[in-house]
Nanobody
Framework: QVQFVESGGGLVQPGGSLKISCAAS????????MAWYRQAPGSQRGWVAK???????EYADSVKGRFTISRDKAKNTAYLQMNSIKPEDTAVYYC?????????WGQGTQVTVSS
């Protein structure tokens, strides 16, 4: 079992930047592919960035070149740096493993992009 706590969301203007964090209750990064997911109103939740234990990284096309996933194993924390933010990035952002585990979903952190 692992618990994720997401934080750092907020209101940001289009074109701005934001960095959100995901703290895990124990070390999972050495064992599981970890991902950032997001869910916009009326849409399904989907992953936007993922990182494997071997540090292989992949991004969804919608965020490629704008978002950067990273992690600090010593802190059991993952990050998502979001640059050149667009209104369509508005969503609740979550972290979980891949494939996602239903018991691991946290509360998420809301990111709202608006001028």
């Amino acid at each position: 079992q692992v618990q994720f706590v997401e934080s750092g969301g907020g209101l940001v203007q289009p074109g701005g930047s934001l960095k959100i964090s995901c703290a895990a209750s124990r070390n999972i990064f050495d064992y599981y592919t970890m991902a950032w997911y997001r869910q916009a109103p009326g849409s399904q939740r989907g992953w936007v960035a993922k990182i494997t234990p071997a540090d292989n990284i992949e991004y969804a096309d919608s965020v490629k070149g704008r978002f950067t996933i990273s992690r600090d194993k010593a802190k059991n924390t993952a990050y998502l740096q979001m640059n050149s933010i667009k209104p369509e990035d508005t969503a609740v952002y979550y972290c979980n493993v891949i494939p996602s585990h239903s018991d691991f979903w946290g509360q998420g952190t809301q990111v709202t992009v608006s001028s």
